[in-house]
Nanobody
Framework: QVQLVESGGGLVQAGGSLRLSCAASGRAFSMYRMGWFRQDPGKEREFVAVIRWSDGVTEYADSVKGRFTISRDNAKKTVYLQMNSLKPEDTAVYYC???????????????????WGQGTQVTVSS
């Protein structure tokens, strides 16, 4: 079993920054990629960013390109999401997710992930 624990959410004014963290723990497990998604009440879960664990290749949703940066710390098995120039429309619960092994499913598909964190609230005020 793998646990993902997120932290770093909160309330910030528009134009501000937040940094989310997600630490993976559990018995020996592989890590193919980790991603961030977000969800507003009543809406579908939305892809934000993904990073491939082996080489750090990243992919972003168009809505966050140039503002958000995903990174990883291999030794700590932790993925980060640095969010700059935040907008009110970025308000959502943010979830991290882990894919254990290779899959052909693209990283922006929620169905390609094996484990999910509990979510952390990000609120951006105007």
């Amino acid at each position: 079993q793998v646990q993902l624990v997120e932290s770093g959410g909160g309330l910030v004014q528009a134009g501000g920054s937040l940094r989310l963290s997600c630490a993976a723990s559990g018995r020996a497990f592989s890590m193919y990629r980790m991603g961030w998604f977000r969800q507003d009440p009543g809406k579908e879960r939305e892809f934000v960013a993904v990073i491939r664990w082996s080489d750090g290749v990243t992919e972003y949703a168009d809505s966050v390109k140039g503002r958000f940066t995903i990174s990883r710390d291999n030794a700590k098995k932790t993925v980060y999401l640095q969010m700059n120039s935040l907008k009110p429309e970025d308000t959502a619960v943010y979830y991290c997710a882990l894919t254990l092994g290779y899959t052909r499913r693209p990283g922006h598909q929620a169905q390609s992930y094996d484990y999910w964190g509990q979510g952390t609230q990000v609120t951006v005020s105007s």
